[in-house]
Protein backbone atom coordinates (compact mmCIF):
# COMPACT_ATOMS: atom_id res chain seq x y z
CA UNK A 1 0.00 0.00 0.00
CA UNK A 2 1.48 3.30 -1.11
CA UNK A 3 1.62 6.32 1.06
CA UNK A 4 1.22 10.05 0.17
CA UNK A 5 0.35 13.50 2.02
CA UNK A 6 -3.25 15.12 1.67
CA UNK A 7 -3.57 18.14 -0.38
CA UNK A 8 0.31 18.33 -0.33
CA UNK A 9 1.23 19.07 -4.25
CA UNK A 10 1.27 22.45 -5.26
CA UNK A 11 0.51 23.52 -8.97
CA UNK A 12 4.18 23.80 -9.89
CA UNK A 13 5.06 20.04 -8.69
CA UNK A 14 1.81 19.05 -10.72
CA UNK A 15 2.42 21.10 -13.93
CA UNK A 16 5.21 17.96 -15.19
CA UNK A 17 2.79 15.03 -17.03
CA UNK A 18 3.82 11.90 -15.94
CA UNK A 19 5.82 10.49 -19.13
CA UNK A 20 3.76 7.65 -20.28
CA UNK A 21 6.54 5.14 -20.66
CA UNK A 22 7.61 5.18 -17.20
CA UNK A 23 3.91 4.11 -16.24
CA UNK A 24 4.36 0.31 -17.16
CA UNK A 25 8.14 0.20 -15.24
CA UNK A 26 5.67 1.58 -12.24
CA UNK A 27 5.26 -0.93 -8.92
CA UNK A 28 1.26 -1.92 -8.97
CA UNK A 29 -0.44 -1.54 -5.97
CA UNK A 30 -4.28 -1.62 -4.93
CA UNK A 31 -4.58 1.12 -2.64
CA UNK A 32 -2.54 4.33 -1.30
CA UNK A 33 -3.36 6.30 1.78
CA UNK A 34 -3.33 9.92 2.28
CA UNK A 35 -2.39 11.63 5.46
CA UNK A 36 -3.75 15.02 6.38
CA UNK A 37 -1.28 17.73 6.71
CA UNK A 38 -1.30 17.18 10.31
CA UNK A 39 -0.66 13.51 10.29
CA UNK A 40 -3.40 12.68 12.03
CA UNK A 41 -6.01 10.90 10.04
CA UNK A 42 -5.66 8.83 7.33
CA UNK A 43 -7.51 8.61 4.01
CA UNK A 44 -7.54 4.93 2.12
CA UNK A 45 -7.94 5.33 -1.43
CA UNK A 46 -8.47 1.86 -3.71
CA UNK A 47 -8.93 1.02 -7.44
CA UNK A 48 -12.72 1.67 -8.37
CA UNK A 49 -13.47 4.36 -5.87
CA UNK A 50 -14.60 7.83 -7.12
CA UNK A 51 -12.95 10.42 -5.89
CA UNK A 52 -12.57 14.25 -5.62
CA UNK A 53 -9.90 15.87 -6.97
CA UNK A 54 -8.65 19.24 -6.23
CA UNK A 55 -8.63 21.15 -9.77
CA UNK A 56 -5.72 22.22 -11.13
CA UNK A 57 -4.58 25.58 -10.55
CA UNK A 58 -6.13 25.53 -7.29
CA UNK A 59 -3.38 25.49 -4.00
CA UNK A 60 -4.31 23.15 -1.13
CA UNK A 61 -5.54 24.17 1.76
CA UNK A 62 -7.62 26.97 -0.34
CA UNK A 63 -11.63 27.23 0.13
CA UNK A 64 -13.49 25.60 -2.71
CA UNK A 65 -16.81 24.38 -2.73
CA UNK A 66 -17.71 21.02 -3.27
CA UNK A 67 -19.49 20.95 -6.68
CA UNK A 68 -15.88 22.72 -7.53
CA UNK A 69 -14.16 19.59 -7.35
CA UNK A 70 -12.90 17.38 -10.15
CA UNK A 71 -14.56 13.65 -10.30
CA UNK A 72 -12.98 11.09 -11.51
CA UNK A 73 -12.98 6.80 -11.00
CA UNK A 74 -9.71 5.60 -10.21
CA UNK A 75 -9.00 2.81 -12.83
CA UNK A 76 -4.98 1.70 -11.59
CA UNK A 77 -2.54 2.96 -9.03
CA UNK A 78 1.10 2.32 -9.36
CA UNK A 79 4.34 4.01 -7.31
CA UNK A 80 7.26 5.59 -8.89
CA UNK A 81 10.03 4.51 -6.79
CA UNK A 82 12.89 6.49 -5.70
CA UNK A 83 16.62 6.08 -5.45
CA UNK A 84 16.50 7.75 -1.70
CA UNK A 85 13.61 5.15 -0.81
CA UNK A 86 10.38 7.50 -0.88
CA UNK A 87 8.08 7.20 -4.02
CA UNK A 88 5.52 8.99 -5.63
CA UNK A 89 2.15 7.11 -5.94
CA UNK A 90 0.35 8.00 -9.09
CA UNK A 91 -3.25 6.65 -10.23
CA UNK A 92 -4.73 6.32 -13.30
CA UNK A 93 -8.05 7.62 -13.96
CA UNK A 94 -11.60 8.18 -16.18
CA UNK A 95 -12.68 11.76 -15.89
CA UNK A 96 -15.93 12.90 -15.14
CA UNK A 97 -16.54 16.06 -16.83
CA UNK A 98 -18.44 18.76 -15.59
CA UNK A 99 -21.28 20.25 -18.22
CA UNK A 100 -18.77 23.32 -18.99
CA UNK A 101 -15.78 21.16 -19.66
CA UNK A 102 -18.16 18.88 -22.23
CA UNK A 103 -18.70 22.23 -24.06
CA UNK A 104 -15.42 22.80 -24.68
CA UNK A 105 -15.03 19.41 -26.58
CA UNK A 106 -18.33 19.52 -28.01
CA UNK A 107 -19.14 23.06 -29.40
CA UNK A 108 -23.06 22.15 -29.92
CA UNK A 109 -23.73 20.66 -26.19
CA UNK A 110 -25.64 23.01 -23.84
CA UNK A 111 -24.28 22.68 -20.75
CA UNK A 112 -27.00 25.33 -19.23
CA UNK A 113 -29.12 22.09 -19.23
CA UNK A 114 -26.12 20.40 -16.74
CA UNK A 115 -26.88 20.95 -12.68
CA UNK A 116 -23.60 22.03 -11.13
CA UNK A 117 -23.37 18.52 -9.48
CA UNK A 118 -24.07 16.60 -11.97
CA UNK A 119 -20.91 15.09 -14.44
CA UNK A 120 -20.78 12.98 -17.68
CA UNK A 121 -18.62 10.38 -17.14
CA UNK A 122 -16.24 10.44 -20.38
CA UNK A 123 -13.71 7.79 -21.91
CA UNK A 124 -11.12 10.04 -21.33
CA UNK A 125 -7.99 8.51 -19.17
CA UNK A 126 -5.35 10.68 -17.63
CA UNK A 127 -2.43 10.30 -15.14
CA UNK A 128 -2.65 12.28 -11.83
CA UNK A 129 -0.54 12.87 -8.34
CA UNK A 130 -2.32 10.79 -5.68
CA UNK A 131 -1.60 13.73 -3.45
CA UNK A 132 -4.15 15.96 -5.73
CA UNK A 133 -6.99 13.24 -4.16
CA UNK A 134 -9.72 14.70 -1.88
CA UNK A 135 -12.01 12.20 -0.88
CA UNK A 136 -14.01 9.26 -1.60
CA UNK A 137 -17.63 10.88 -2.95
CA UNK A 138 -20.63 8.98 -4.85
CA UNK A 139 -21.92 9.35 -8.25
CA UNK A 140 -25.46 8.26 -8.74
CA UNK A 141 -26.70 7.42 -11.87
CA UNK A 142 -29.95 8.77 -12.53
CA UNK A 143 -32.26 7.26 -15.31
CA UNK A 144 -35.18 9.87 -16.80
CA UNK A 145 -37.33 7.05 -17.35
CA UNK A 146 -36.91 5.08 -14.77
CA UNK A 147 -39.91 5.00 -12.20
CA UNK A 148 -37.90 4.07 -9.19
CA UNK A 149 -35.21 6.51 -9.60
CA UNK A 150 -32.68 6.69 -6.10
CA UNK A 151 -33.50 10.22 -4.08
CA UNK A 152 -30.92 12.49 -5.08
CA UNK A 153 -30.25 15.29 -2.85
CA UNK A 154 -29.04 18.56 -4.62
CA UNK A 155 -25.71 18.75 -2.86
CA UNK A 156 -24.92 15.20 -4.21
CA UNK A 157 -23.30 14.60 -7.62
CA UNK A 158 -24.83 12.58 -9.91
CA UNK A 159 -24.71 11.31 -13.86
CA UNK A 160 -26.93 11.00 -16.64
CA UNK A 161 -25.06 11.06 -19.78
CA UNK A 162 -21.99 9.81 -21.10
CA UNK A 163 -19.39 10.79 -23.17
CA UNK A 164 -17.33 9.41 -26.24
CA UNK A 165 -14.32 11.68 -26.08
CA UNK A 166 -12.52 11.54 -29.66
CA UNK A 167 -16.45 10.69 -31.54
CA UNK A 168 -17.21 14.27 -29.83
CA UNK A 169 -20.99 11.84 -28.99
CA UNK A 170 -23.15 12.16 -26.23
CA UNK A 171 -24.99 9.50 -25.14
CA UNK A 172 -28.37 9.37 -24.61
CA UNK A 173 -28.60 12.24 -26.57
CA UNK A 174 -30.15 15.04 -23.93
CA UNK A 175 -34.20 15.19 -24.96
CA UNK A 176 -34.67 11.88 -26.63
CA UNK A 177 -35.95 10.71 -24.07
CA UNK A 178 -37.81 13.76 -22.29
CA UNK A 179 -40.85 16.11 -23.32
CA UNK A 180 -42.65 16.76 -26.60
CA UNK A 181 -40.48 19.67 -26.99
CA UNK A 182 -37.10 17.69 -26.89
CA UNK A 183 -35.61 19.80 -24.43
CA UNK A 184 -34.13 17.85 -21.64
CA UNK A 185 -34.63 18.04 -17.79
CA UNK A 186 -33.02 20.82 -16.74
CA UNK A 187 -32.68 20.65 -12.95
CA UNK A 188 -31.67 23.86 -12.76
CA UNK A 189 -34.80 26.17 -14.26
CA UNK A 190 -36.69 27.11 -10.70
CA UNK A 191 -39.89 28.42 -12.91
CA UNK A 192 -42.78 26.39 -11.73
CA UNK A 193 -44.02 25.89 -14.99
CA UNK A 194 -41.19 24.15 -15.98
CA UNK A 195 -41.42 21.12 -13.14
CA UNK A 196 -41.71 18.05 -15.18
CA UNK A 197 -44.83 15.74 -14.86
CA UNK A 198 -43.80 11.92 -15.10
CA UNK A 199 -45.89 9.34 -16.50
CA UNK A 200 -45.12 5.69 -15.27
CA UNK A 201 -46.89 3.46 -17.40
CA UNK A 202 -44.68 0.64 -18.73
CA UNK A 203 -45.89 2.36 -22.83
CA UNK A 204 -45.01 5.48 -21.59
CA UNK A 205 -42.31 6.40 -19.06
CA UNK A 206 -41.80 9.72 -19.75
CA UNK A 207 -41.51 13.30 -18.13
CA UNK A 208 -43.34 15.98 -19.93
CA UNK A 209 -43.24 20.22 -18.60
CA UNK A 210 -46.07 21.87 -17.54
CA UNK A 211 -45.85 24.76 -20.23
CA UNK A 212 -45.85 22.27 -22.69
CA UNK A 213 -48.35 20.18 -21.76
CA UNK A 214 -51.11 23.30 -20.87
CA UNK A 215 -49.74 24.91 -24.49
CA UNK A 216 -50.79 21.53 -25.92
CA UNK A 217 -53.70 21.82 -23.90
CA UNK A 218 -52.91 17.82 -22.50
CA UNK A 219 -55.24 18.72 -19.10
CA UNK A 220 -58.71 17.15 -18.14
CA UNK A 221 -61.55 17.79 -19.89
CA UNK A 222 -64.12 20.32 -17.77
CA UNK A 223 -66.95 17.83 -17.40
CA UNK A 224 -64.32 15.47 -15.69
CA UNK A 225 -63.36 18.27 -13.33
CA UNK A 226 -67.11 19.04 -12.58
CA UNK A 227 -67.23 15.28 -11.99
CA UNK A 228 -65.06 15.55 -9.21
CA UNK A 229 -67.41 18.17 -7.38
CA UNK A 230 -69.87 15.26 -7.04
CA UNK A 231 -70.81 13.54 -3.74
CA UNK A 232 -70.35 9.84 -2.95
CA UNK A 233 -73.19 7.80 -3.44
CA UNK A 234 -75.26 5.92 -0.77
CA UNK A 235 -73.37 3.27 -0.68
CA UNK A 236 -70.34 5.02 0.38
CA UNK A 237 -68.70 3.83 -2.51
CA UNK A 238 -66.32 5.85 -5.49
CA UNK A 239 -65.82 4.92 -8.73
CA UNK A 240 -62.44 6.08 -10.94
CA UNK A 241 -63.38 6.93 -13.57
CA UNK A 242 -61.23 6.24 -16.94
CA UNK A 243 -58.83 8.82 -18.39
CA UNK A 244 -60.17 11.81 -20.62
CA UNK A 245 -60.08 10.41 -24.55
CA UNK A 246 -59.02 7.14 -23.40
CA UNK A 247 -59.81 4.26 -26.03
CA UNK A 248 -60.85 1.74 -24.09
CA UNK A 249 -62.05 0.66 -20.34
CA UNK A 250 -60.96 -0.62 -17.00
CA UNK A 251 -60.29 -3.81 -17.77
CA UNK A 252 -57.97 -5.43 -15.34
CA UNK A 253 -56.53 -4.85 -11.50
CA UNK A 254 -53.51 -2.89 -10.67
CA UNK A 255 -51.32 -6.30 -10.82
CA UNK A 256 -52.05 -9.00 -13.23
CA UNK A 257 -53.14 -11.33 -11.27
CA UNK A 258 -56.87 -12.49 -10.34
CA UNK A 259 -58.26 -10.47 -7.17
CA UNK A 260 -58.41 -12.52 -4.33
CA UNK A 261 -61.56 -14.09 -2.41
CA UNK A 262 -62.02 -14.60 0.84
CA UNK A 263 -63.90 -17.80 1.77
CA UNK A 264 -65.94 -18.40 5.03
CA UNK A 265 -68.60 -20.53 6.00
CA UNK A 266 -71.62 -19.38 7.53
CA UNK A 267 -74.90 -20.34 8.45
CA UNK A 268 -76.30 -16.53 8.21
CA UNK A 269 -79.02 -15.76 5.75
CA UNK A 270 -77.80 -14.21 2.37
CA UNK A 271 -76.95 -10.90 2.01
CA UNK A 272 -78.87 -8.50 -0.26
CA UNK A 273 -76.56 -6.08 -2.20
CA UNK A 274 -76.97 -2.51 -1.76
CA UNK A 275 -78.60 -0.98 -5.22
CA UNK A 276 -75.26 0.64 -6.74
CA UNK A 277 -73.83 -3.18 -6.12
CA UNK A 278 -76.58 -4.71 -8.22
CA UNK A 279 -76.76 -2.21 -10.94
CA UNK A 280 -72.57 -2.73 -10.84
CA UNK A 281 -72.08 1.09 -10.37
CA UNK A 282 -72.31 3.96 -7.65
CA UNK A 283 -71.43 7.41 -7.75
CA UNK A 284 -70.47 9.02 -10.90
CA UNK A 285 -68.37 11.49 -8.24
CA UNK A 286 -64.41 11.12 -9.38
CA UNK A 287 -61.34 12.89 -7.37
CA UNK A 288 -57.99 14.04 -9.30
CA UNK A 289 -56.84 12.09 -6.49
CA UNK A 290 -57.74 8.85 -7.25
CA UNK A 291 -57.06 9.13 -10.65
CA UNK A 292 -53.68 9.67 -10.06
CA UNK A 293 -53.79 7.00 -7.88
CA UNK A 294 -54.98 4.86 -10.67
CA UNK A 295 -52.43 5.00 -13.07
CA UNK A 296 -50.13 2.19 -12.21
CA UNK A 297 -46.40 2.25 -12.87
CA UNK A 298 -47.28 -2.08 -13.81
CA UNK A 299 -49.37 -1.90 -16.18
CA UNK A 300 -50.94 0.09 -19.57
CA UNK A 301 -54.57 -1.28 -18.74
CA UNK A 302 -56.45 1.22 -17.38
CA UNK A 303 -56.94 0.14 -13.03
CA UNK A 304 -60.89 0.00 -11.50
CA UNK A 305 -59.62 0.16 -8.02
CA UNK A 306 -63.08 -1.03 -6.90
CA UNK A 307 -61.91 -4.75 -8.58
CA UNK A 308 -58.85 -4.81 -6.77
CA UNK A 309 -60.87 -5.64 -3.07
CA UNK A 310 -61.88 -8.93 -2.48
CA UNK A 311 -65.14 -10.39 -3.14
CA UNK A 312 -66.31 -12.30 0.39
CA UNK A 313 -67.97 -16.00 -0.34
CA UNK A 314 -70.36 -17.05 1.95
CA UNK A 315 -70.72 -21.22 2.45
CA UNK A 316 -74.36 -21.73 3.44
CA UNK A 317 -75.01 -25.35 4.39
CA UNK A 318 -78.89 -26.40 2.91
CA UNK A 319 -80.89 -28.99 4.56
CA UNK A 320 -82.25 -31.46 1.61
CA UNK A 321 -85.99 -32.20 2.96
CA UNK A 322 -86.52 -35.00 0.14
CA UNK A 323 -84.97 -38.14 2.11
CA UNK A 324 -82.11 -40.33 0.10
CA UNK A 325 -82.16 -43.90 0.10
CA UNK A 326 -79.84 -46.65 -0.46
CA UNK A 327 -80.08 -48.55 -4.05
CA UNK A 328 -82.44 -51.12 -3.76
CA UNK A 329 -80.73 -54.80 -2.16
CA UNK A 330 -81.67 -57.66 -1.99
CA UNK A 331 -84.24 -58.05 0.58
CA UNK A 332 -84.11 -60.20 3.75
CA UNK A 333 -86.57 -61.70 5.80
CA UNK A 334 -87.33 -60.26 9.33
CA UNK A 335 -84.89 -56.92 8.82
CA UNK A 336 -86.67 -53.95 6.91
CA UNK A 337 -84.56 -51.61 4.58
CA UNK A 338 -82.22 -48.91 5.99
CA UNK A 339 -82.91 -45.43 4.94
CA UNK A 340 -79.81 -42.90 4.27
CA UNK A 341 -80.09 -39.91 5.43
CA UNK A 342 -80.35 -36.68 3.60
CA UNK A 343 -77.34 -35.19 2.22
CA UNK A 344 -76.68 -31.59 3.72
CA UNK A 345 -76.67 -29.24 0.30
CA UNK A 346 -73.98 -25.74 0.37
CA UNK A 347 -74.90 -22.55 -1.37
CA UNK A 348 -72.33 -20.41 -2.35
CA UNK A 349 -73.47 -16.88 -1.73
CA UNK A 350 -71.22 -13.98 -2.53
CA UNK A 351 -71.20 -10.88 -0.06
CA UNK A 352 -71.02 -7.30 -1.77
CA UNK A 353 -67.41 -6.03 -1.21
CA UNK A 354 -66.57 -3.26 1.03
CA UNK A 355 -66.96 0.36 -0.83
CA UNK A 356 -63.44 2.23 -2.38
CA UNK A 357 -64.26 5.01 0.06
CA UNK A 358 -64.03 2.44 2.96
CA UNK A 359 -61.31 0.51 1.80
CA UNK A 360 -59.41 3.79 1.53
CA UNK A 361 -60.22 5.11 5.07
CA UNK A 362 -58.21 1.57 6.39
CA UNK A 363 -54.83 2.67 4.86
CA UNK A 364 -52.57 5.10 6.64
CA UNK A 365 -53.40 8.91 5.64
CA UNK A 366 -50.13 9.89 5.08
CA UNK A 367 -49.19 6.70 2.68
CA UNK A 368 -52.48 7.53 0.87
CA UNK A 369 -51.71 10.89 0.35
CA UNK A 370 -48.31 10.02 -0.83
CA UNK A 371 -50.02 7.56 -3.83
CA UNK A 372 -52.34 10.33 -4.77
CA UNK A 373 -49.50 12.82 -5.89
CA UNK A 374 -48.42 13.68 -9.34
CA UNK A 375 -44.90 12.53 -10.18
CA UNK A 376 -42.91 15.63 -10.85
CA UNK A 377 -39.44 16.48 -10.74
CA UNK A 378 -38.04 20.27 -10.60
CA UNK A 379 -35.98 22.52 -9.50
CA UNK A 380 -39.35 24.55 -8.11
CA UNK A 381 -39.92 21.33 -6.14
CA UNK A 382 -36.94 21.90 -3.28
CA UNK A 383 -37.48 18.93 -1.54
CA UNK A 384 -38.20 16.72 -4.28
CA UNK A 385 -34.30 16.92 -5.37
CA UNK A 386 -32.85 16.19 -8.21
CA UNK A 387 -34.98 13.12 -9.21
CA UNK A 388 -38.34 14.13 -7.66
CA UNK A 389 -40.84 12.24 -5.73
CA UNK A 390 -41.26 9.50 -8.81
CA UNK A 391 -40.05 6.54 -6.89
CA UNK A 392 -41.71 7.63 -3.56
CA UNK A 393 -45.09 7.28 -5.26
CA UNK A 394 -44.50 4.14 -7.53
CA UNK A 395 -43.60 2.42 -4.14
CA UNK A 396 -46.78 3.80 -2.64
CA UNK A 397 -48.97 3.16 -4.91
CA UNK A 398 -47.83 -0.72 -5.41
CA UNK A 399 -48.41 -0.50 -1.35
CA UNK A 400 -51.69 0.47 -1.43
CA UNK A 401 -53.28 -1.76 -4.67
CA UNK A 402 -51.70 -4.84 -2.17
CA UNK A 403 -53.58 -3.57 0.96
CA UNK A 404 -56.39 -2.99 -1.41
CA UNK A 405 -56.35 -6.59 -2.51
CA UNK A 406 -56.39 -7.76 1.04
CA UNK A 407 -52.90 -7.73 2.10
CA UNK A 408 -52.08 -5.88 5.61
CA UNK A 409 -50.11 -2.63 6.60
CA UNK A 410 -46.69 -3.23 6.32
CA UNK A 411 -45.25 -1.79 9.93
CA UNK A 412 -42.16 -0.50 8.21
CA UNK A 413 -44.13 0.92 4.71
CA UNK A 414 -42.02 4.67 5.63
CA UNK A 415 -39.45 2.52 4.99
CA UNK A 416 -40.34 0.95 2.02
CA UNK A 417 -41.47 3.77 0.08
CA UNK A 418 -38.14 5.85 1.18
CA UNK A 419 -35.79 2.70 1.55
CA UNK A 420 -34.08 5.83 3.84
CA UNK A 421 -34.96 6.88 7.40
CA UNK A 422 -33.39 10.07 6.31
CA UNK A 423 -36.24 10.74 4.06
CA UNK A 424 -39.76 11.76 4.81
CA UNK A 425 -43.22 12.81 3.56
CA UNK A 426 -42.13 16.45 2.70
CA UNK A 427 -39.84 14.60 0.25
CA UNK A 428 -42.87 13.22 -1.16
CA UNK A 429 -45.64 15.82 -1.08
CA UNK A 430 -45.83 18.00 -4.21
CA UNK A 431 -45.35 21.92 -2.95
CA UNK A 432 -43.82 24.09 -5.74
CA UNK A 433 -41.57 27.43 -4.51
CA UNK A 434 -43.20 30.87 -5.12
CA UNK A 435 -46.26 30.02 -5.48
CA UNK A 436 -49.63 28.87 -3.08
CA UNK A 437 -51.96 27.37 -6.51
CA UNK A 438 -52.31 24.00 -6.84
CA UNK A 439 -50.71 22.19 -9.67
CA UNK A 440 -53.04 22.40 -13.30
CA UNK A 441 -54.55 18.51 -13.57
CA UNK A 442 -52.59 17.97 -16.83
CA UNK A 443 -52.90 14.39 -18.05
CA UNK A 444 -50.22 12.44 -20.56
CA UNK A 445 -50.14 13.02 -24.47
CA UNK A 446 -49.69 9.26 -24.88
CA UNK A 447 -52.15 7.54 -22.68
CA UNK A 448 -54.12 10.29 -21.66
CA UNK A 449 -54.15 9.26 -17.70
CA UNK A 450 -53.74 11.80 -15.02
CA UNK A 451 -50.26 12.55 -14.37
Not at 285 to 303: E, G, I, N, Q, Y
Not at 329 to 345: D, M, N, T
Amino acid sequence: MARGKKGSTSKKERDAPLPADKWQYMKPFGSFIINDKDGELEYTFKKEDIAAILPYGREPGTEIEDWEYWVAKIKDIRAQLHPDGSNTVWAKVQWFYSGRDVANVVKSFESDAIGRFERIYADHDDFIESESVNSVVRVIEFDENDVEPEYIPRDQFYRRYTLEYKARTIKPKPGTSACVCKEPYNPNDNSPEMVMHFCPRPSCRRAYHQSCLLAGNHKEAKEVKREAKGSASTSGSVIVSNPPNSQKPATRSARKHAVPVKSQKASTPEVQPTSAFASGSSSSSSSRALRLLACSPDTDDFVDLESLIPLTVISTAVEDDAEAVDPPKKKRRGRPPKKAPAAPSHEALVQPPRSLAAALAEIPPELREIAEQPMVRGNAFVLGGVSGNIGFVTRARRLVYQILEGSSVPDDWMLQVFASSDLGVVNAIVKIGGTRKALPPVICPNCKSAI
